[in-house]
């Protein structure tokens, strides 16, 4: 039981620490700037590479390294875009341990070995308001797209500095905003490769790295079934790693989970990530 706990207690904690605070890797030396117009008809390349609609339905299979240690998880993995990111975990291949859920409106995390969950809006979470992230924020990682926090998925081609470095295409974003967003894209494909999101300048703070190892097939367009992410410098030291498998487009409606009752407690953000974490 407390491997389950420990597993679920790790998601979690990646899924709320990854954008609390990220220190940025080295920018790479050579750099050559794109014009604006080049910006453009790179964001219609990418566009066009990409799966960005409908439903993706998938088996899922969770591998975690915290702190030296490895544990793994299955589950599954539902996406309907702009709508909902449904992530629930299985232990034994039956038994769901929990379910995080996220939406435009609110992010809700379910422990059902713990019974109890968390049920709340983003703007309702200090450090999530304050950095500007929002349900845009994490669907962008998941379905491989760039995001600017605060923008409600509604960034343009402006937001971003666009540079050519080591035969990528990468795209930087701009302004004063808290979190500072780096989109490393392969020339070829139009694909990104590499996400990074950083906050300030310190080299003791922590920092997020989403990198897509593999996309499939789905549709004629391609969509990340394979991505390592990491958290360094957050007290714990957090990789995951996400394999989806049996990807099927519109295959299926997704039911949002009801919000849970009876022996269920509900906690603030703060407390469940506390208690899993130990």
């Not at 499939?216 to 394999?243: C, H, I, W, Y």
Request: charged share 25%; proline share 3%; with cysteine.
């Amino acid at each position: 039981m407390r491997k389950m706990k420990y597993s679920w207690g790790s998601t979690v904690a990646i899924l709320l620490l990854l954008f609390s605070a990220c220190r940025s890797s080295k920018d790479i030396a050579t750099t050559k700037p794109h014009k604006q117009t080049e910006v453009v008809e790179w964001v219609d390349k990418m566009a066009a590479a990409g799966l960005k609609e409908g439903t993706v339905t998938s088996k899922m299979s969770l591998e975690l390294r915290v702190d030296g240690k490895d544990l793994s998880v299955g589950g599954s993995c539902n996406l309907k875009r702009n709508e909902v990111i449904q992530l629930s975990l299985v232990a034994l291949g039956f038994m769901e341990v929990g379910r995080l859920e996220f939406t435009p409106q609110y992010m809700m995390m379910i422990n059902r070995m713990g019974r109890e969950y968390v049920k709340v809006d983003y703007a309702d979470v200090p450090y999530l308001r304050q950095a500007g992230v929002d349900f845009y924020s994490l669907q962008a990682l998941f379905w491989s797209d760039l995001f600017v926090p605060g923008k409600e998925g509604k960034w343009q081609e402006s937001d971003f500095t666009v540079t050519e470095s080591e035969g990528n295409t990468v795209f930087t974003s701009r302004g004063d905003a808290l979190l500072r967003c780096r989109f490393v894209t392969d020339m070829l494909t139009g694909l990104i490769r590499n996400t990074s999101v950083t906050v300030g300048a310190s080299a003791s703070s922590s920092c997020l790295n989403w990198t897509y190892r593999h996309f499939a097939n789905v549709e004629q367009k391609s969509f990340p079934d394979e991505m390592q992410l990491s958290v360094t410098g957050a007290g714990k030291d957090l990789t995951a790693r996400f394999s989806l498998s049996n990807l099927k487009w519109n295959a299926k409606k997704i039911e949002l989970t009801a919000e849970p009752g009876g022996k269920y407690k509900r906690v603030s953000p703060d407390l469940i990530l506390k208690q899993l974490m130990k």
